[in-house]
């Protein structure tokens, strides 16, 4: 026998609908949040100083994705892009040497590109890189794939990329090229800690 009286039913029918109203909004931000996440912004730490003074361990950015055409989740196929990588940019990308981590450089060499580091400043086709992203920096000849005297070809489809504390950096020099299909995106804004809260350049 039910005893409940109409105020008890409809206290307990409002409760329902908020709950479920609740549930509802999760459930939407959820999906929304994992949306903005796999195509258009990511947050990532930084872990190493390979990126002094640009990016310090322990600062976190935020990454465009949707510019290089976002990887779409279990499949090989991206969605299209703004624009190709392009010499200067700071990238996220998957290592190619270890799926599982993710590294971030500056973009040195494009597909046909031939990089030569040579007394600390780069060359790419012969040519000093003289934008200030290079020439305040020092790099080094060290690894496999920048011996001092050896020009490398940027395969097709690859990219070259170095980190800007060259002192400290595992990048291109010793593991060599980034396939297109690895990178994820630019890093584009530093927006913690907020003392250090500005645009990547």
Known sequence: MNTQSPEQKGSAIRKKSVARDWAESILVAFILAMFIRTFIVQAFKIPTGSMRM??????????????????????????????????GDVVVFIFPEDPKKDFIKR???????MVEIKNGTIYVNDQ????????????????????EGRRITVPANNYFVLGDNSASSQDSRYWGFVPEKNILGEAMVIYWPPQRIRIIK
């Open 107 to 113: 973009m040195v060499g494009l597909p046909g590109d």
């Open 128 to 147: 000093p890189l003289v934008d200030c992203g290079f020439s305040q920096r020092y790099y080094y000849n060290r690894g496999d794939f920048a011996q």
């Open 54 to 87: 640009t990016l310090l361990a322990g600062d976190i950015i935020l990454v465009n994705k949707f510019i290089y055409g976002a990887k779409i989740p279990f499949t090989k196929y991206r969605l299209p892009k703004v624009h190709l990588p392009k010499r």
